[in-house]
Every structure is written in C-alpha cells, then in structure tokens.
C-alpha cells in the first residue's frame, strides 16, 4: 500500500513569510508525528497526534510552529514569519495504535533565504 | 538533553565485514528501541526493532543486541555490502501518556568499500 507522503518535497521561502507543510499518514494509521532534521541538531521531535485527542506539542520550537490534522488523517504544520534557522528537512510519520512502529515519509526539506 | 547517544559518527567497512554501531540511554522508560537506515534525500526506513524484555533480535544480516543493564544497545550488520552505505540511527520510544514520541541518537554514516 502507499506509504506516508509529504508536500512540498522543497520549499524555498524569503524570510518572514508563512510556509505549510502537508502530510498524508499510511491509511488507518491513528497516530501522526512531524519531526525536524537539521545538521546541527539530529532529528527532534516536534508535535504528535493520535486519533482526534488533543496533540502534544511539548516539542514545538516557537509560538511561530503550529500544526493541526483534520478528520484524523492529514495534518499540516504551518511556520509564521520563517526565520533562517527553521532551515530543515521537516519529517512527517505515523504509526498504526500505539506509535512505537513509525513510518517516515520522504520529507519536506524548507530553506529559508 | 541528549538522552541517546550514539557512536562512532562515521564507520568505513570492507565489503564482506562486520559493521558495528553502539547506543546508549539514560531513560529508564524507554520500552522500544528501534534503528532506522536513511539514504540520502529519503526518510529514515524501520530497519529492526527490540523491547527490553529480549537480549538479542536478528533478521537477516541485522542484528539487535540489547543490555539492559547497561543501559546498552547495538546494531551489527553481517557481510557488510556497498548497497548497506547510508546514515543508521538508533532510537527510543518513551511510551508515557500523551508524551509518546521517538529520541534520535545522532547518527552514523556507514560506508561500505567494494
């Protein structure tokens, strides 16, 4: 079957401008994660989301990152006023129950000039 | 707060070798203990995963060894070929309430000689 996919696959983005990433889970997947990957800090978790329940977003940088998933399947983070640093391949996963299997898409790498 | 760490960075393996790649955590409630392989412009892929209730999973040339103990965990990969060549990464999986998410370690890049 298909697997996670993720939108765009680049962006480039003048600073201070909005972007949205998108994110199509593995169908019947509950739980949904976006994760950052950047050179100078690994792969961070930023935000989960199972089912309809309200998200965790402990890891979330800045008021500026936000993300919600409609219907309990595609989500969307959305960056505000984009800054150099938010400069990463953002990963989106899901996993079908409990979140330990999660499955990666291809990611969206953002540059922000 | 690094609570994987992962070694070496980089590892440079002959085809035909053992490759070798070492974690180590520090949170007690981590319950699953993943490794993912990422090619380069693509998502990290599952590669093989263990729970802490078991010392050692194998799946074809992929091996978990896991001491609890020590609060240890490795990854080999057997006849080691050139098509292995990519960044691993170990993880763990904090199952607690609302905060279930993956930790990274941070990364080996695996090279494989023909």
């Known amino acids: 079957g298909a697997g996670v996919s993720q939108s765009p696959s680049n962006k480039v983005t003048e600073k201070g401008k909005d972007v949205e990433l998108r994110c199509d889970p593995i169908s019947g997947h509950t739980a949904l994660y976006w994760y950052r990957q950047s050179l100078g800090q690994g792969l961070e978790f930023l935000i989960y989301f199972q089912g309809n329940s309200a998200p965790d977003k402990s890891g979330l940088p800045s008021d500026r990152f936000s993300a919600e998933r409609t219907g309990g399947s595609v989500s969307t983070l959305t960056i505000q006023r984009t800054q150099q640093e938010d400069s990463a391949v953002y990963l989106c996963?899901?996993?079908f129950g409990g979140g330990q299997e999660q499955y990666f898409g291809p990611g969206t790498r953002l540059t922000v000039t | 707060q690094q609570q994987v760490k992962q070694s070496p960075q980089s590892l440079i393996v002959q085809k035909g070798g053992i490759s070798i790649i070492n974690c180590a955590y520090e949170?007690?409630?981590?319950?699953?203990f993943p490794w993912y392989q990422q090619f380069p412009g693509k998502g990290p892929a599952l590669l093989i995963a263990?729970?802490?209730?078991?010392s050692e999973k194998k799946e074809g040339r992929f091996t978990i060894s896991f001491n609890k103990s020590a609060k240890q965990f490795s990854l080999h990969i057997m006849d080691s070929q050139p098509g292995d060549s990519a960044t691993y990464f170990c993880a763990a999986f904090t199952p607690s309430g609302s905060a279930r998410q993956l930790t990274f370690g941070s990364g080996t890049q695996l090279t494989v000689l023909p």
């Open positions: 263990i729970r802490p209730d078991v």
């Open positions: 949170n007690t409630a981590f319950d699953y």
């Open positions: 996963a899901s996993s």
